[in-house]
């Protein structure tokens, strides 16, 4: 009978093979093989992530959460990531810019995007009430990620192992 992960199991983030086998001896005893395989194969060391082990989604989860116990993780608003919108007014000839901020830090009064025209006309725009906007914590890395990949990868794990707890 191969024994499953048990909810005490608890395995730090191995970012290089080498530490692996220690790990494996001293946080993954009495767990079967078939479920450290498929542990191993979240690893940043793993041969599938071709990308230097320190940008693996395991990575970055454990330095945000090395930086949470420690501070709280400042938020910044890079940039809207969608923002729907309808412009009413508009008339044949009019010229209409469209202009998105470089600033990377959200302040009060502060704009995201902008609309001008090549002469004064009033225009009635309307903004959809549930833009996306993108998060990136300081602090952790300078890789370029995505909140939602993070998620998106936790969610994946979750799935694998879920019948070890059922």
């Not at 983030?13 to 005893?29: E, F, H, P, T, Y």
């Not at 007014?89 to 959200?106: A, C, M, R, T």
Request: with cysteine; net charge neutral.
């Amino acid at each position: 009978m191969t024994k499953s992960p048990m909810l005490e199991t608890l395995v730090s983030c191995i970012r290089n093979s080498k530490d692996w086998k220690s790990a494996v001896g001293s946080q993954l005893k009495g767990v079967g093989k078939p479920w450290v395989d498929e542990i191993k194969k979240l690893r940043p060391f793993d041969p599938r992530h071709r990308e230097d082990p320190a940008f693996h989604l395991l990575a970055l989860l454990n330095d945000a959460n090395n930086v949470n116990k420690h501070q709280l993780l400042p938020g910044t608003i890079l940039q809207p990531v969608k923002a729907d919108y309808k412009i009413d007014g508009l008339e044949e000839g009019l010229q209409l810019q469209f202009e998105v901020s470089n600033d990377p830090v959200v302040v009060d009064g502060s704009w995201f995007f902008r609309f001008t025209t090549d002469r004064s006309r009033q225009l009635n725009v309307t903004i959809d009430p549930a833009p996306r906007f993108r998060l990136k914590f300081a602090g952790i890395t300078s890789h370029d990620w995505r909140n939602w990949d993070l998620i998106d990868w936790v969610g994946q794990a979750i799935d694998i192992f879920e019948p070890a707890f059922t």
